[in-house]
T-cell receptor, first 111, second 111 residues
């Protein structure tokens, strides 16, 4: 069993839709949860960072962590074509930069 | 300045060549990282430097040799690589912890 599972998609939605991206993980020791966005031929860009459980909101983006279910989510409201990218969840147990990434979900937002 | 700069952007090398990848950050971050990303796969950690000292080596083959000359610079020396080493090599930095800032990467092709 992989430490982090993420559906690779691709996921295609119309502009303005609400997008839900999800990951599950297997080890309850993980405490730090991140979402990165990666455009083609670019490095990953940190979108959201959450420690332990709960919700965090930043503009159109909301991250949720449910440690009891070992489930993390990223919601994108009012999606835009510029949101088209690969979204990677990442988890860590040690806060040392040793991140374990999910497979990444490719998102396409159509105008 | 919130950038991590990597050079070169592209590199083609033969299996007998020696080359180096370079990374620079001016955010005052104390930790720097090398990650490797194969096509359509998530990044995988190779090395972590903390306060210019190697703190994590993820059992990377010795044909990859990292170097941290000072707190702003990180190099990855390459020698006798194999075609399967072709990948996007990503440098990242952080102020400790898991909030990593990634560069755009060096796309390496080994012939």
């Amino acid at each position: 069993q992989k430490e982090v599972e993420q559906d690779p998609g691709p996921l295609s939605v119309p502009e303005g839709a609400i997008v839900s991206l999800n990951c599950t993980y297997s080890n309850s020791a993980f405490q730090y949860f991140m979402w990165y966005r990666q455009y083609s031929r670019k490095g990953p860009e940190l979108l959201m960072y959450t420690y332990s459980s709960g919700n965090k909101e930043d503009g159109r983006f909301t991250a949720q962590v449910d440690k009891s279910s070992k489930y993390i989510s990223l919601f994108i409201r009012d999606s835009q074509p510029s949101d088209s990218a690969t979204y990677l969840c990442a988890i860590s147990a040690s806060n040392t930069g040793k991140l374990i990434f999910g497979q990444g979900t490719t998102l396409q937002v159509k105008p | 300045d919130t950038e991590v700069t990597q050079t070169p952007k592209h590199l083609v090398m033969g299996m007998t060549n020696k080359k180096s990848l370079k990374c620079e950050q001016h955010m005052g971050h104390r930790a720097m990282y090398w990650y490797k990303q194969k096509a359509k796969k998530p990044p995988e950690l190779m090395f972590v430097y903390s306060y210019e000292k190697l703190s994590i080596n993820e059992s990377v083959p010795s044909r990859f040799s990292p170097e941290c000359p000072n707190s702003s610079l990180l190099n990855l020396h390459l020698h006798a690589l194999q075609p399967e080493d072709s990948a996007l090599y990503l440098c990242a930095s952080s102020q400790g912890g898991d909030r990593l800032f990634f560069g755009s990467g060096t796309q390496l092709s080994v012939l």
